[in-house]
Nanobody, 127 residues
Framework: QVQLVDSGGGLVQAGESLRLSCAATARTASSYAMGWFRQAPGNKREFVAGISRTALSTRYADSVKGRFTVSRDNAKNTVYLQMDSLKPEDTGVYYC????????????????????WGQGTQVTVSS
């Protein structure tokens, strides 16, 4: 079992940056593909970015391509989401999630595919 702890959210102005972190407690965390999702009030939870077990592959939602960067440090069991050029529409609760995939390059975008979730961290971008 994997426990995930999200951190790094906050209140920023449009155009500024934030870096989210997700610390995993299990030593087998490198066995999981990792994803970042977000949920705004009244909206469904949506895929933002994902990274494969080996960190060789990444995947992004079209709305964040070129602005967000996902990375992981398997030695530290930590995944990061660097968010630059933030926009008000990026506001929401951000969650990291772990997906126990068989193929090393797999990155899935459906929230239902992910078995473990962090508690979420609030990101608010003011205009």
């Amino acid at each position: 079992q994997v426990q995930l702890v999200d951190s790094g959210g906050g209140l920023v102005q449009a155009g500024e940056s934030l870096r989210l972190s997700c610390a995993a407690t299990a030593r087998t965390a490198s066995s999981y593909a990792m994803g970042w999702f977000r949920q705004a009030p009244g909206n469904k939870r949506e895929f933002v970015a994902g990274i494969s077990r080996t960190a060789l592959s990444t995947r992004y939602a079209d709305s964040v391509k070129g602005r967000f960067t996902v990375s992981r440090d398997n030695a530290k069991n930590t995944v990061y989401l660097q968010m630059d050029s933030l926009k008000p529409e990026d506001t929401g609760v951000y969650y990291c999630a772990a997906d126990e995939v068989l193929l090393g390059g797999t990155i899935r975008t459906a929230a239902s595919s992910y078995e473990y979730w962090g508690q979420g961290t609030q990101v608010t971008v003011s205009s």
